[in-house]
């Protein structure tokens, strides 16, 4: 961590931490630690939001925020940084004035911008300490790297539903060495599609606070020095029964060796190319689906969706949630154009996929961006949820 002996606080800092000071294993050199200290937090939503509130109160000297999204009706379900006069405004202005307001002794660095493999070097090198707070795999995989290849510890947490893990990531031994980083445990991504991001498959509005509070809580510990840190050590947390469980791990000696960035969306099988599986998909677009309503020509759609989803919003096709599609083929004609639709398009994709390989379907048109993307450019009055 930085050099702490001659950092000195005023008057009003002293009184401000002074539950700190008191504590015998923490007192005032552990305050030192943290303001000396340079956080980077990647994301500013479920977890970035506690997250950077408990590191703002604590004391830590300076936190860059990177985010490059606005604020969301959806997110305050969850994102307590956020409020309603907020939508629409970006999230790292929002988050880095709400955060002043809580600790004016306190530098903040924003970057309103996407974390890329050409700009995550230059960023992270000013930084000790990062902590990630996204979801979904190509930044993870992105941030980790990033980090082994500058030497910083990656306090990591990611939450799905009622689940959530926190771990730290390439923290830097008493010999010299570092500990296990996210590809020793996660040495590659799922496919595509297989784990639903948090937009996709729902979390638990408090769930993200538990989380990002423990993120928070091994942030403070890498950077002074106290208690044991969970390097090489994955936490788990069930907000159901709240039932908890570490899992340890260590380095994987068949690991490549990380010695450059790389395209993490092509990793990650994102960039845009079929996936083998996924060869032969055919798509329309909503604007498509509208015109097809609209001159009277003939299809059937299909939602694959669950019925509590198809509750909240629906286009009124056929509902055959995806578990139950090969126990109703005999509702999926093959002929005529059959449109399949999801809540974002991953889902539909995936059951084409199914159709086509294992039942012989060549009439199946998937609907780009599913559901979602009606209420966004079709139906505004339809709810994005």
């Given at each position: ?94 988050a880095i004035e709400r955060l002043r307001g809580l600790n004016p002794h306190i530098e903040f660095v924003g970057y309103k911008q996407q974390l890329t ?33 500058l030497g910083i510890a990656n306090v990591y947490a990611s939450i799905f539903r009622f689940e959530g893990q926190v771990a730290v990531f390439n923290l ?80 994987d000696p068949n690991r490549e060796e990380i010695t450059k960035l790389i395209d993490y969306d092509q990793f990650c099988g994102l960039n845009g190319e ?112």
């Amino acid at each position: 961590m930085s050099e702490s002996k001659k950092i000195e606080f005023s008057k009003q800092e002293i009184e401000r931490y002074s539950r700190h000071l008191i504590i015998p294993e923490f007192n005032i050199e552990g305050q030192r630690k943290l303001k000396a200290a340079k956080v980077l937090v990647v994301g500013t939503g479920g977890l970035g939001a506690p997250l950077l509130q408990y590191l703002t109160a604590a004391g830590v000297g300076k936190i860059g925020v990177v985010d490059f999204d606005v604020v969301d009706e959806s997110n305050l379900q969850r994102q307590v940084l956020f409020q309603v006069e907020d939508i629409g405004k970006h999230k790292v202005d929002v988050a880095i004035e709400r955060l002043r307001g809580l600790n004016p002794h306190i530098e903040f660095v924003g970057y309103k911008q996407q974390l890329t493999s050409e700009n995550a070097l230059e960023i992270v090198k000013a930084y000790e300490v990062v902590a990630d707070g996204t979801d979904n795999f190509p930044t993870r995989y992105l941030v980790n790297d990033a980090c082994v290849l500058l030497g910083i510890a990656n306090v990591y947490a990611s939450i799905f539903r009622f689940e959530g893990q926190v771990a730290v990531f390439n923290l830097k031994q008493p010999d010299g060495s570092f500990g296990p980083n996210y590809r020793d445990i996660f040495p590659s991504p799922p496919p595509p599609g297989m784990v639903p991001s948090c937009a996709e498959g729902g979390v638990l509005g408090v769930l993200p606070g538990i989380i990002g509070s423990l993120q928070a809580n091994e942030v403070i510990k890498v950077i002074t020095g106290i208690g044991e840190p969970l390097s090489g050590k994955l936490h788990l947390v069930d907000a159901l029964t709240l039932d908890s469980r570490t899992v340890s791990y260590g380095k994987d000696p068949n690991r490549e060796e990380i010695t450059k960035l790389i395209d993490y969306d092509q990793f990650c099988g994102l960039n845009g190319e079929p996936m083998p599986h996924q060869s032969g998909l055919k798509s329309v677009t909503v604007e498509d689906l509208q015109a097809m309503r609209e001159n009277g020509n003939y299809h059937l759609l299909i939602d694959v969706r669950e019925p509590y989803e198809y509750e909240i919003a629906n286009l009124g096709g056929k509902l055959i949630p995806q578990q139950s599609i090969e126990d109703r083929l005999q509702d999926i004609p093959k002929v005529g154009n059959v449109v399949v639709h999801c809540r974002s398009g991953v889902r539909s994709a995936q059951t084409i996929s199914l159709l086509q390989e294992k039942y012989g379907y060549s009439n199946l048109y998937n609907l780009d961006g599913g559901i979602l993307a009606w209420a966004r450019r079709i139906d505004l009055t339809m709810p994005k949820y």
